[in-house]
């Protein structure tokens, strides 16, 4: 069922895409079936370049035949794609539950515009039940954390399968937050995170999302603009 909402977003992001543009790639299952249709797109005509936010979204694009390109050499993009682990009405986000929230937050902010695409269970009240990433430095890395456990925040470094720490594409760590509470300020949350020194990214999202695609257990997508 998740799977059908999951298509129906990612497929009707793609009607979105027109020829010429630039496009972000962001990650994540969702994300998948949106690529999954841009490579149908570009093997019937359509001139497009892409960037992505993570290795895995740019193996599969460039498997595809979507032309890849060199994001150190970009300053704009036309329209960004990509998931959230939470969402809420005032289109605030909760990201990283794949590992990629900083790269995805520069592309976010590179962009025109960010059209997000989550399936239902994704929309939200309050942000907090998923756990929130904060991307942290590995120097120093065990101070950050007592940093970040002694503003009020307890959580976990993200493991990799057991064989150690889960390392993201950029060479560093997650630290994973577990709320006790759902969140009535997260923009209070993530200013008492940002500023302390290691911590490079939260997985709050404010400001970015344009249009929302909400894919439903129907095979219907809802719309918000």
């Known amino acids: 069922m998740e799977d059908v909402m999951k298509r129906a977003a990612g497929i009707r992001a793609a009607e979105f895409i027109e020829n010429g543009m630039l496009v972000g790639l ?12 841009l490579i149908e797109r570009v093997k019937k005509g359509l001139d497009i370049q892409v960037v992505s936010s993570s290795l895995a979204s740019e193996k599969l694009a460039r498997e595809g035949g979507i032309p890849i390109a060199d994001v150190n050499e970009i300053t704009s993009i036309h329209i960004t794609v990509d998931g959230a682990d939470e969402i809420d009405p005032e289109k605030r986000m909760i990201k990283g539950g794949g590992g990629a929230l900083l790269r995805e937050k520069i592309l976010a902010n590179t962009s025109r ?5 989550v399936d239902e269970t994704k929309v939200v009240e309050k942000l907090g039940k998923h756990p929130l990433p904060v991307e942290i430095l590995p120097f120093g890395q065990e101070a950050t954390v007592d940093k970040i456990k002694k503003s009020g925040f307890q ?8 064989d150690g720490p889960y390392v993201t594409d950029n060479g560093n760590l997650i630290y994973d937050i577990h709320f006790e509470t759902l969140r009535d300020d997260p923009e209070r949350d993530h200013e008492r995170l940002i500023h302390i020194p290691g911590v490079l990214e939260t997985g709050f999202f404010f400001n970015l999302a344009g249009r929302v695609l909400v894919g439903k257990s129907n095979g219907e997508v809802d719309h918000w603009s």
Do not use: D
């Open 155 to 162: 959580g976990t470094l993200r493991e990799h399968n057991k």
């Open 113 to 117: 515009e960010m059209v997000v695409i």
């Open 26 to 37: 962001g990650t994540g299952s969702t994300v998948f079936y949106f690529i999954e249709r």
